[in-house]
């Protein structure tokens, strides 16, 4: 039976990995009957992102200066004609296999969306490193089940950095939220989730993501970027927080803690003794107890304190969204300067 693949790429400023992608692309193994057409969604790129995407060969190219991100993904659903879909990000490079792996789910005669956290790059630092072995090693699915498919919690792991779906998914959930300036991802794939769609995360579906963070102020800068109000209350609301709800009660119980911390700060300053300070081990204990909790899983004690790290920018990052302290938040890659490609090429094809 004959199948069509449509790949969607929505970008910004991606002239540096475009090629790349392109290249992956070309290389995807293909199950028999199966071909691939590739939308290029572009938001309004400054370099020569347009230009490089018309020499490579993207199928389609569609103009949307200013576009949000939602409002881009939608417009590539309604140009892609495959009966199956994928949404990769301008510096996402799928395996050779990517395909072959997807395709035995995505024919199935259900609403299907597949997806797994991607890699980052095979020369990623330690906070790349650390970020990744967070979602790896999150839900407790993935560790039971090793390289096999998992539907428990996949709507959390499942973004348009790797995503796939057939066309049926569609009929449960037409379209992005497009009043949700990030996020939409989760959203449409806890939705999807709601609405009884069969929703798999695959330890095999491997995508590597050039993109990731790689000082920790970028890092607290995307987790701010991130970080979505109205998207937590739509979870929120939708599932009364029986579901979907860990990163939502985490930001909670940092902000308070976090605020229990400056008081107590302010109480040891104002009546000069030390007692007051232990009003800072909520939040020691809010940072460290996931921290220990996905180093005992990945094995590994060093894990620990890099994850502490890494938890409290999070935590702070998000504790600023919830009270509104950052209306008007830049994508945390606005101030970055164009990556260069040499470390891109020494990832796997």
Same mark, same amino acid.
């Given at each position: 039976?004959?199948?069509?693949?449509?790949?969607?790429?929505?970008?910004?400023?991606?002239?540096?990995?475009?090629?790349?992608?392109?290249?992956?692309?070309?290389?995807?193994?293909?199950?028999?009957?199966?071909?691939?057409?590739?939308?290029?969604?572009?938001?309004?790129?400054?370099?020569?992102?347009?230009?490089?995407?018309?020499?490579?060969?993207?199928?389609?190219?569609?103009?949307?200066?200013?576009?949000?991100?939602?409002?881009?993904?939608?417009?590539?659903?309604?140009?892609?004609?495959?009966?199956?879909?994928?949404?990769?990000?301008?510096?996402?490079?799928?395996?050779?296999?990517?395909?072959?792996?997807?395709?035995?789910?995505?024919?199935?005669?259900?609403?299907?969306?597949?997806?797994?956290?991607?890699?980052?790059?095979?020369?990623?630092?330690?906070?790349?490193?650390?970020?990744?072995?967070?979602?790896?090693?999150?839900?407790?699915?993935?560790?039971?089940?090793?390289?096999?498919?998992?539907?428990?919690?996949?709507?959390?792991?499942?973004?348009?950095?790797?995503?796939?779906?057939?066309?049926?998914?569609?009929?449960?959930?037409?379209?992005?939220?497009?009043?949700?300036?990030?996020?939409?991802?989760?959203?449409?794939? @806890?939705?999807?989730?709601?609405?009884?769609?069969? /929703? #798999? =995360? *695959?330890?095999? !579906?491997?995508? $590597?993501? +050039?993109?990731?963070?790689?000082?920790?102020?970028?890092?607290?800068?995307?987790?701010?970027?991130?970080?979505?109000?109205?998207?937590?209350?739509?979870?929120?609301?939708?599932?009364?927080?029986?579901?979907?709800?860990?990163?939502?009660? @985490?930001?909670?119980?940092?902000?308070?803690?976090? /605020? #229990? =911390? *400056?008081?107590? !700060?302010?109480? $040891?300053? +104002?009546?000069?003794?030390?007692?007051?300070?232990?009003?800072?081990?909520?939040?020691?204990?809010?940072?460290?107890?996931?921290?220990?909790?996905?180093?005992?899983?990945?094995?590994?004690?060093?894990?620990?304190?890099?994850?502490?790290?890494?938890?409290?920018?999070?935590?702070?990052?998000?504790?600023?969204? *919830?009270?509104? !302290?950052?209306?008007?938040?830049?994508?945390?890659?606005?101030?970055?300067?164009?990556?260069?490609?040499?470390?891109?090429?020494?990832?796997?094809?």
């Amino acid at each position: 039976m004959k199948h069509l693949l449509s790949i969607l790429v929505v970008a910004l400023n991606e002239a540096e990995h475009l090629p790349l992608l392109m290249e992956h692309v070309k290389r995807l193994r293909r199950p028999p009957g199966w071909s691939i057409e590739t939308i290029l969604v572009d938001g309004g790129s400054r370099d020569r992102s347009l230009e490089i995407a018309h020499a490579i060969g993207f199928t389609r190219i569609i103009q949307l200066p200013g576009a949000s991100i939602p409002v881009s993904r939608n417009r590539a659903l309604r140009e892609a004609n495959g009966d199956m879909l994928a949404f990769l990000d301008g510096d996402c490079l799928p395996d050779r296999d990517w395909l072959e792996k997807a395709a035995p789910y995505l024919t199935a005669d259900e609403p299907v969306l597949l997806g797994f956290p991607v890699h980052p790059a095979r020369d990623g630092n330690w906070i790349q490193q650390a970020w990744y072995a967070h979602w790896r090693h999150k839900n407790t699915a993935a560790q039971l089940k090793a390289q096999m498919p998992f539907e428990e919690g996949a709507f959390r792991l499942i973004t348009t950095r790797n995503m796939l779906l057939n066309r049926r998914l569609l009929d449960l959930v037409p379209a992005f939220n497009e009043t949700l300036t990030t996020g939409e991802d989760t959203d449409f794939a @806890f939705r999807a989730s709601e609405a009884g769609a069969h /929703l #798999l =995360a *695959l330890p095999t !579906l491997i995508v $590597t993501h +050039l993109g990731e963070p790689s000082t920790l102020g970028q890092y607290f800068r995307q987790q701010l970027w991130h970080a979505n109000r109205k998207a937590y209350a739509t979870i929120l609301l939708s599932s009364g927080g029986k579901r979907g709800a860990n990163a939502i009660y @985490f930001s909670l119980a940092f902000l308070l803690s976090l /605020l #229990l =911390a *400056l008081a107590a !700060l302010v109480a $040891t300053a +104002l009546l000069r003794t030390p007692w007051p300070l232990l009003g800072l081990l909520p939040l020691a204990a809010v940072t460290a107890a996931p921290a220990l909790l996905i180093a005992l899983r990945a094995h590994s004690p060093l894990l620990f304190f890099r994850l502490c790290v890494l938890y409290f920018l999070y935590g702070a990052a998000r504790s600023i969204d *919830l009270v509104g !302290l950052a209306p008007d938040k830049p994508s945390w890659k606005s101030a970055l300067t164009p990556p260069t490609a040499d470390s891109a090429r020494k990832t796997k094809p």
